[in-house]
């Protein structure tokens, strides 16, 4: 159930199906393929460290409407660095889901253990700490807030974590706990790396009490995002024009993809306006179907399905649906 591979492998995949790098239509990942425009930046952002205190918590408290924010470099980050704040410790994850969550907290000694979503009631008084990806990734399954608020006061009573991994949800922020990140317990986590498309800029923030992120950041160091990165960050969360455009045009472009799949006889499961995934027995055949013609998905093993990311370009729509119509 757990799976370590990511999307975006390109070299990788140009070796073994012998197609140069750039004659790939990549739709293995979850990234807009239309990220906010990065304007050519000043030379001190490259020459002067970076500075902490340069507008970039406030500006990113402000976009995700929480009290406050701990910019980190990726959510992968803090991901990583978050088990060490605690001690030996139950965590329960559900499957399939992001599995970088499941491999860190292995990796600094805590019991892991996967759990069924109908499990969750039985198994939850047992948990010191639970992860949850929302919407997740692949399924794009979300759950609601009073759940999530439920789930934080039984684990926080014992002094337990209710952690969100919030990756994907700047299309649906009626369903982020980002505004409750205050309270005592509740960690939630943001990237840049999706809806804005900057999955290179290496951005994410933590939202939570400010104890919490006072640990986080001194266990990660000084200058964990460089100054190129900050300036790019404070930039795109203050866009709103952009951000308003992007959001219809992720909407409209995640439905294109829905009707397209389904004249394909793919029945989405599941997903967000930035990936569809599919459960269909033929998952890997479909995968290298589309990869023998240089198109790029996720193919995952368990359970067996396949998540298609979004075309950019009409050649790309036109593309893919063109390679559908020979394989299918
Ligand atoms: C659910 C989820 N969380 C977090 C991440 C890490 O993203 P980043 O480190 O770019 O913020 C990913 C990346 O694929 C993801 O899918």
């Given at each position: 159930?757990?799976?370590?591979?990511?999307?975006?492998?390109?070299?990788?995949?140009?070796?073994?199906?012998?197609?140069?790098?750039?004659?790939?239509?990549?739709?293995?990942?979850?990234?807009?393929?239309?990220?906010?425009?990065?304007?050519?930046?000043?030379m001190s952002c490259w020459h002067q460290l970076p500075q902490v205190d340069d507008g970039l918590s406030e500006i990113a408290a402000k976009y995700y409407q929480s009290e406050n924010a701990l910019p980190v470099c990726g959510s992968q980050a803090a991901i990583q660095?978050?088990?060490?704040?605690?001690?030996?410790?139950?965590?329960?994850?559900?499957?399939?889901?992001?599995?970088?969550?499941?491999?860190?907290?292995?990796?600094?000694?805590?019991?892991?253990?996967?759990?069924?979503?109908?499990?969750?009631?039985?198994?939850?008084?047992?948990?010191?700490?639970?992860?949850?990806?929302?919407?997740?990734?692949?399924?794009?399954?979300?759950?609601?807030?009073?759940?999530?608020?439920?789930?934080?006061a039984q684990l926080s009573a014992r002094g337990g974590w209710l952690l969100i991994d919030e990756a994907f949800m700047d299309m649906t922020p009626e369903y982020s706990l980002s505004r409750c990140s205050h309270r005592e317990n509740l960690i939630v986590l943001r990237s840049l790396g999706k809806f804005f498309g900057?999955?290179?800029?290496?951005?994410?923030?933590?939202?939570?009490?400010?104890?919490?992120?006072q640990q986080l950041a001194n266990q990660l160091g000084p200058w964990t995002i460089n100054h190129a990165a900050r300036t790019v960050a404070k930039l795109a969360m203050q866009d709103e024009v952009w951000q308003r455009a992007t959001k219809q045009r992720l909407i409209k472009?995640?439905?294109?993809?829905?009707?397209?799949?389904?004249?394909?006889?793919?029945?989405?499961?599941?997903?967000?306006?930035l990936f569809q995934w599919i459960r269909c027995s033929d998952a890997l055949e479909i995968h290298q179907a589309l990869a023998a013609q240089g198109i790029l998905t996720r193919y995952f093993a368990e359970p067996m399905s396949i998540r298609f990311g979004l075309p950019l370009s009409e050649d790309e729509w036109h593309r893919l649906e063109k390679t559908l119509n020979m394989i299918r």
């Open positions: 159930l757990i799976e370590l591979e990511h999307g975006g492998a390109i070299h990788a995949a140009a070796e073994k199906y012998r197609i140069p790098p750039h004659e790939w239509l990549d739709l293995s990942t979850g990234i807009n393929p239309n990220p906010w425009p990065v304007p050519p930046l000043a660095a978050l088990p060490g704040l605690r001690k030996a410790s139950k965590v329960g994850f559900f499957a399939p889901s992001y599995a970088e969550h499941w491999r860190a907290w292995q990796r600094a000694g805590h019991q892991c253990l996967l759990i069924h979503r109908d499990e969750i009631d039985q198994v939850s008084p047992q948990l010191d700490v639970l992860v949850v990806v929302n919407p997740n990734n692949p399924t794009g399954h979300v759950v609601d807030p009073a759940t999530l608020l439920n789930w934080h900057l999955a290179g800029a290496r951005v994410g923030c933590v939202l939570a009490q400010q104890g919490l992120l472009d995640g439905e294109r993809l829905i009707r397209l799949l389904r004249q394909f006889d793919l029945q989405p499961h599941g997903g967000t306006a």
